[in-house]
């Protein structure tokens, strides 16, 4: 699906190295209400982190950059959460800028971490494909608690999310879906696809990565996978993937703008036709 003006996707490039030196801790985000008990919770405007209110506790997805973590903190208290209520910390994929700071958060809260199984190949064997510059970025070392069993849903208090093993982004990238309620009783579908950044899905990234160029159909299979799902409310990665900075102000007691299934389908249509012409 092409992009034209009334997309409600962003075509921004991607290159993690290029994103990260931008410093986006610099650059305070306040927390956002994307779905009942569901908040854009990083604090910063590039990468997401979001914070699950379960009745029982808290799950976190992604823990954004070790930078920005106190950014995140402070948002977690400022909607009056302890972050020791977290119990479950769910982990995207293996890259700087969404695990960056989940050795702190493992430490401060003591939560269950999770990461996709063929993620481990990063932390334990090639900890330079994480990404970010040694020297400025930091991503302690630190192991998952437990992997990712697509038969076996994520439960905690009253949410329980599937996941979806989606390899590409990177070889144990793992997508996330739940089911909230609106106050009027309304089932509401959120889904985030665990990573769709095409810098990893170039021939140059595959030569100097060593990683199999195989990754690229494995991201399109996915993407035709999920795109067969209705999804109400889409959550992205990185603000950039969609236009949720632009509506975040719009949102109401009464009204959603994040409320959108046409959001989805038109995210996972952009995405094949990108990695498709990669593949030519």
């Not at 950059?65 to 293996?94: F, Q, T, V, W």
């Not at 160029?213 to 992205?236: C, H, Q, S, V, Y």
């Amino acid at each position: 699906m092409p992009l034209n003006s009334t997309s409600k996707i962003s075509p921004s490039p991607e290159n993690l190295m290029q994103r990260v030196c931008r410093r986006p801790w610099e650059s305070y985000l306040e927390p956002i209400r994307m779905a009942p008990g569901v908040w854009y919770i990083s604090g910063n405007d590039w990468v997401a982190s979001y914070l699950i209110d379960t009745g029982d506790g808290l799950i976190l997805i992604d823990t954004a950059l070790h930078e920005s973590c106190y950014l995140m903190l402070e948002n977690i208290r400022s909607l009056g959460y302890s972050p020791r209520d977290i119990k479950k910390i769910l982990l995207s994929h293996a890259h700087i800028d969404h695990i960056g700071a989940a050795k702190t958060m493992k430490e401060l809260t003591h939560a269950e971490m999770y990461l996709g199984k063929r993620d481990l190949y990063f932390l334990h064997e090639r900890r330079d494909l994480i990404g970010g510059d040694s020297e400025k970025y930091t991503c302690g070392v630190f192991e998952p608690d437990e992997l990712y069993d697509d038969e076996k849903p994520v439960v905690q208090g009253n949410i329980c999310i599937d996941t979806v093993s989606t390899p590409g982004h990177t070889p144990g990238c793992t997508s996330f879906f739940f089911t909230v309620k609106d106050k009027s009783g309304k089932d509401l579908r959120c889904g985030m696809h665990g990573g769709v950044g095409l810098n990893t899905m170039t021939n140059e990234y595959f030569k100097t990565s060593g990683l199999p160029a195989t990754l690229r159909n494995e991201f399109a299979d996915g993407l035709n996978k999920l795109d067969r799902m209705n999804i109400d409310i889409t959550l992205p990665s990185h603000t950039n993937q969609v236009g949720i900075l632009l509506l975040k102000d719009k949102i109401t007691d009464n009204f959603n703008p994040f409320i959108d299934q046409s959001i989805w389908h038109e995210l996972m249509h952009e995405r094949l036709d990108r990695v498709q012409a990669l593949m030519k």
